[in-house]
C-alpha cells in the first residue's frame, strides 16, 4: 500500500534537473517505497537496483565502468537503493555522474559515509532530502483527511474548529502518540500488530545497523542508554548520569549519540543564546524522532489517559514534527528560571513555543517572560484546547490545536 508523502512532489519537481538527487532517512521510513512510487511515474528508460544485493552493489565497488556498460549506459534514470552498502560510494557515483551525465537518484539510512564522505566528493552535484516517519498532516490525510483539511482551512482563518471535528482529531492525535508515524504501523489494522511492528522494527535496528552498520560490539551498554534516553524525552542530557547509566565511558557516551543522530532515531537540541558560541557548550535536550520508537524501546504502550509521562510525549511530539517542518529548534531558558520549550527563528524573527498536554487560557508566566524579553510578532501555545488568538502589548499570542503543529509554518509565511 502506497501512501502519498509530502516529500514526493519536491522529488518529482527535481526530476528535470541535473543534480542528483539522495534520500536520506531512518530506516523502514518508506524509502524504498516513495522511490518506487516516483520510479512508475516516469516514461523514459530507467533501471531501479538494490544495493543489498551482494552481486549489485559488488560490482559497483569493483568494476564500475562494466556496472556503467549494464545498468547506466542504456537509461536515463539510475535509481540506487539502500546506497550505504557501498565502500566505494562517492567517488564511484562522481565518476558516473561526470562520465555519463545521467539522472541519479540514491536513497540510504544516514551514515558518515553517506552525511560525510558523500557530499564531499559531489560538491554541487547533489540535493540532499530527509525523509521522516509519517508526520501528523500525513497521518490525518491517512485517516481522516476530510475532516483535517477543514481544521486546517478554520486555521488558516483563524476561526475555531467544529468541536465534534476537533474531538475526533485529538483521538486520533493520541493513537499517533502512542504508536507514531512509521509507515508499516500506520497501516497496521489493530494495536497488537502495531506493537510487534515497532518492536521488531527496534530490535532490526539494534541488530543490523548498531552491530553491524555501526560496528558496536557490546549492544547491552547500547541499549541501556536508548533506554535512558528514552526516559528523559524532552530534559537535559547529563552525559556523565547517562555514563553511569550505561556503564561507559563520557566519549561512549558522546559517540552513541552521534550514532542515534546519524541514524535518525534521535535528536539534541540546544538553549537559544544571542552568542553562539555559549549555545555550543551548553548541554542540550534530547526528542526521539518518533513517539513509536521511544515507546518501544521503554516497553510502554499504554493509553494516553493513564501514562504519567503524557506530557513528556506531547512536547517530544511537537519537536519531531517542527523538525519534520524543517525548522532548526532551539529552546530557551532565563537566568530567572523561565523555561520556553521551543524556539525557531523565522526571517529573521524569533518565535517561542509552548506546549501544554491540557487545555490552556492563558499565555503563562514563561512564554509572557519571553515575549517582553524579545519582543515577537507571534507567539504559539500548542494546547488540547481549540483555536484563539490574545493579543498583548506588541505578541499575538495564537492557542493552536497541537495536531496542527505542522501549520506553523504557514501561518507563519502566510
Not at 493513564?306 to 532565563?334: C, Q, T, Y
Amino acid at each position: 500500500m502506497y501512501v502519498k508523502r509530502k516529500l514526493e512532489k519536491k522529488i518529482i519537481e527535481m526530476l528535470d534537473m541535473p543534480e542528483i538527487i539522495a534520500i536520506f532517512g531512518a530506516r523502514q521510513v518508506g524509502k524504498t517505497t516513495l522511490m518506487r512510487h516516483v520510479y512508475d511515474t516516469i516514461e523514459k528508460s530507467k533501471v531501479f537496483l538494490n544495493f543489498e544485493d551482494p552481486e549489485i552493489v559488488g560490482l559497483f565497488d569493483e568494476d564500475i565502468r562494466t556496472f556503467a556498460r549494464l545498468y547506466v549506459e542504456n537509461n536515463d534514470f539510475v535509481f540506487l537503493d539502500e546506497f550505504q552498502y557501498s565502500h566505494n560510494g562517492g567517488k564511484n557515483l562522481k565518476f558516473l555522474y561526470d562520465t555519463y551525465g545521467k539522472k541519479f537518484i540514491i536513497s540510504g539510512s544516514s551514515s558518515l559515509e553517506l552525511t560525510v564522505k558523500l557530499p564531499s566528493y559531489l560538491v554541487g552535484r547533489i540535493f540532499i532530502l530527509e525523509l521522516f516517519p509519517f508526520s501528523i498532516e500525513e497521518f490525518f490525510y491517512y485517516r481522516s483527511s476530510e475532516e483535517f483539511e477543514i481544521a486546517v482551512e478554520k486555521a488558516t482563518k483563524l476561526d475555531p474548529i467544529p468541536s465534534t471535528i476537533h474531538n475526533n482529531l485529538l483521538k486520533l492525535l493520541d493513537e499517533f502518540l502512542i504508536f507514531g508515524g512509521y509507515p508499516r504501523s500506520v497501516i497496521s489494522k489493530n494495536s497488537a500488530e502495531k506493537e510487534e511492528v515497532l518492536k521488531n522494527l527496534l530490535i532490526t535496528f539494534i541488530s543490523k545497523d548498531v552491530r553491524g552498520f555501526f560496528r558496536i560490539s557490546k549492544e547491552y551498554p547500547f541499549n541501556r542508554l536508548l533506554k535512558a534516553l528514552a526516559l528523559q524525552v524532552g530534559s537535559l542530557i547529563n552525559y556523565t548520569e547517562l555514563s553511569g547509566l550505561a556503564g561507559v565511558s563520557l566519549k561512549d557516551v558522546k559517540g552513541y549519540l552521534s550514532i542515534l543522530e546519524e541514524a535518525y532515531i534521535i535528536r539534541l537540541i540546544r538553549p537559544y543564546f544571542a552568542n553562539r558560541r555559549t549555545e555550543i557548550v551548553k548541554n542540550p535536550k534530547i526528542y526521539f524522532l518518533d513517539n513509536g520508537l521511544r515507546n518501544a524501546t521503554i516497553r510502554d504502550f499504554r493509553e494516553i489517559s493513564v501514562r504519567v509521562d503524557a506530557g513528556a510525549l506531547l512536547e517530544n511530539f511537537v519537536g519531531a514534527e517542527l523538525i519534520k517542518s524543517g525548522f532548526e529548534i532551539k529552546f530557551w531558558k532565563s537566568k530567572g528560571g523561565a523555561e520556553v520549550d521551543f524556539v525557531i527563528e523565522e526571517q529573521g524573527k524569533l518565535i517561542p513555543i509552548e506546549v501544554k498536554s491540557s487545555v490552556a487560557k492563558s499565555p503563562g508566566k514563561s512564554l509572557i517572560s519571553f515575549a517582553k524579553k524579545y519582543n515577537p510578532d507571534l507567539a504559539f501555545l500548542l494546547h488540547r484546547g481549540n483555536l484563539s488568538v490574545q493579543k498583548r502589548e506588541n505578541t499575538e499570542f495564537v492557542f493552536l490545536p497541537v495536531y496542527l503543529v505542522q501549520n506553523v509554518k504557514g501561518m507563519l509565511r502566510a
